[in-house]
C-alpha cells in the first residue's frame, strides 16, 4: 500500500499492510498549498466518498481565526539561514506534480 495521494511507497518507511500514511513529498505540498485550496479539496473528497483522504486533508487546515505558524513573521534567526551556500530545491519536480495530476 502507498501513500493515500500518490499511491507511491516512502523510500525509508515500510509499514504494515493495514496501516495509512502520507508521503513526505504530499506532506510538503500539503504544507505549502494555500488553505482555500485545502478546503476545495476537503469539500471534493466528501463529495466523492474518499473518507480517508478527507480525514488526512482535515489535519492540514487551519480554523478560522487560528492563526497559521509558518505564516508568523521571521524572526532574525531564520533570516541568517536564508542565505545559503547550497540552493533550495523544490520538493518534487514540477514536470512530474503535472504528470501525476493529469494521470
Known sequence: MGCLFCNQ?????KPSPDVEYIC???VQLL???????KRRAYAKAIELGLTRKARALE????????????R???TKRHERRANR??????VRDKAKRIRQVQA
Open 9 to 13: 511507497p516512502e523510500k525509508s518507511y
Open 24 to 26: 513526505s513529498s504530499c
Open 31 to 37: 504544507l505549502n498549498a494555500d488553505q482555500e485550496d
Open 85 to 90: 551556500k547550497r540552493s533550495i530545491r523544490p
Open 72 to 74: 508568523r513573521p521571521e
Open 59 to 70: 489535519s492540514f487546515i487551519t480554523k478560522e481565526g487560528e492563526e497559521d505558524e509558518r
